[in-house]
C-alpha cells in the first residue's frame, strides 16, 4: 500500500496520542470524520496499524524487578538456537526473546516482583536452559523513555 | 498506590492482550458491566496503573528495516551530567527506548532505522556526539521469538 502524506500526518497525530477519537483526530488534520475514518480503515487493513497497546505500571502491581539477560549460545550444536528458545519461552516472566547480530546472540527481558523471586527464577528455570556459554545481567534502574513512535 | 483487586487484574490481563478494546468490550471478556468496567478502568488511569495508550504500527511497512539495541558506557564518570546525556540522547526520534542500567552499561538503547546505512548515520553524527559517551556496542535485532506481559 502506498502512504501519502495525510496518511504519515494520521500515523503521527495517532502515535502522539492513540486514545483521541477519529472525529477529534479528523480535526487536528484538517478534514472531515468520514474520510479519516476511511482513511485509518485502509491502514488497519493493510496491517500498518497493528493495534493499540495498554501502558501499565508493573511496579503498581507489585513487579518492581526488569533485568535484561543478554545471551551467549554454543554455536558448535547445530539446533542450539531453536532449543534455547523453545524452552525460554515456557518461562512466564520470560517477557521478551530476540535474537540478535552482534556480540551477544539472544537478548531476554525478566520481569521479578522483587530480588528475591529474580533470584528464584534465575537459578530454577534461567541457569536450567541449554546450551549457554556465557550470560550478562544488566538490572533497570529508570526508565527515561520508553516509545513505540517512529520518525515519520 | 491504590489497591488493586481481582477484577481489576482481570481487566488488566484483557487489555494486555488487546490494547484496543473499549470499555464494553473489556466488560464482555471478563463478565462485568460496561458501567462498571469504565469505572474500573478510569479509576485505573487516574492512580497512573495505566499509564497511557499507544498505537503498534508495523515499522517494517513504513519502511523502517533496522533495529539495534546499544549498550552505552559512559566515558568521564562524575564530570559529565547524566541529566544532559539523558536530555540529548531522549530527544533523538530515531532513539524509542533509553534505559539506565545496572550491570556492564549504563545505558540500553533501542534505534530504528531505515537499513544499515541511515542506521550507520545515527551512530555517528547523533549518537558518537552525545555528551560523555564512551563505550558503544551494538546489536542488531533479527527476530522477535516471544513478545508477552508478565502473568499479573
Not at chain 1, 77 to 104: C, K, S, Y
Request: aromatic residues 4%; glycine residues 6%.
Amino acid at each position: 500500500m502506498q502512504i501519502d502524506a495525510t496518511d504519515r500526518r494520521l500515523l503521527r497525530l495517532l502515535q502522539d496520542d492513540a486514545s483521541q477519537s477519529v472525529s477529534e483526530l479528523a480535526a487536528k488534520a484538517g478534514m472531515s470524520t468520514a474520510p479519516c475514518w476511511r482513511r485509518l480503515e485502509k491502514l488497519e487493513a493493510a496491517g500498518i496499524i497493528i493495534g493499540r497497546k495498554v501502558d501499565i505500571d508493573y511496579s503498581a502491581l507489585g513487579f518492581t524487578v526488569l533485568v535484561f539477560l543478554r545471551i551467549t549460545l554454543d554455536k558448535t550444536h547445530a539446533n542450539a538456537m531453536d532449543e534455547f528458545v523453545r524452552e525460554a519461552r515456557n518461562i512466564p516472566e520470560v517477557e521478551t526473546i530476540q535474537t540478535l547480530l552482534g556480540r551477544v546472540d539472544i537478548r531476554m527481558d525478566v520481569r521479578a516482583r522483587d530480588l528475591t523471586h529474580y533470584q528464584e527464577i534465575y537459578r530454577t528455570r534461567i541457569l536450567r536452559l541449554p546450551h549457554m556459554l556465557d550470560l550478562e545481567a544488566l538490572m533497570l534502574v529508570s526508565e527515561v523513555k520508553n516509545t513505540e513512535s517512529l520518525p515519520l | 498506590m491504590i489497591d488493586i483487586d481481582d477484577t481489576d487484574r482481570a481487566i488488566l490481563r484483557a487489555l494486555q492482550k488487546d490494547g484496543g478494546l473499549n470499555a464494553k468490550e473489556v466488560g464482555e471478556a471478563i463478565g462485568l458491566s460496561q458501567p462498571a468496567t469504565w469505572r474500573r478502568i478510569k479509576r485505573l488511569e487516574e492512580a497512573k496503573v495505566i499509564r497511557g495508550r499507544s498505537v503498534l504500527l508495523d515499522r517494517s511497512k513504513l519502511g523502517f528495516e533496522v533495529v539495534v539495541y546499544l549498550g552505552v558506557k559512559l566515558a568521564t564518570r562524575g564530570r559529565v551530567s547524566l541529566e544532559d546525556f539523558e536530555r540529548a540522547v531522549a530527544a533523538i526520534p530515531e532513539v524509542q527506548l533509553v534505559q539506565h542500567v545496572l550491570g556492564v552499561y549504563d545505558y540500553r538503547l533501542k534505534v530504528v532505522a531505515r537499513d544499515l546505512a541511515d542506521f550507520e548515520r545515527i551512530l555517528r553524527r547523533r549518537i558518537m556526539t552525545l555528551p560523555g559517551v564512551g563505550d558503544v556496542e551494538s546489536n542488531v535485532l533479527l527476530s522477535d521469538e516471544k513478545l508477552t506481559s508478565v502473568p499479573i
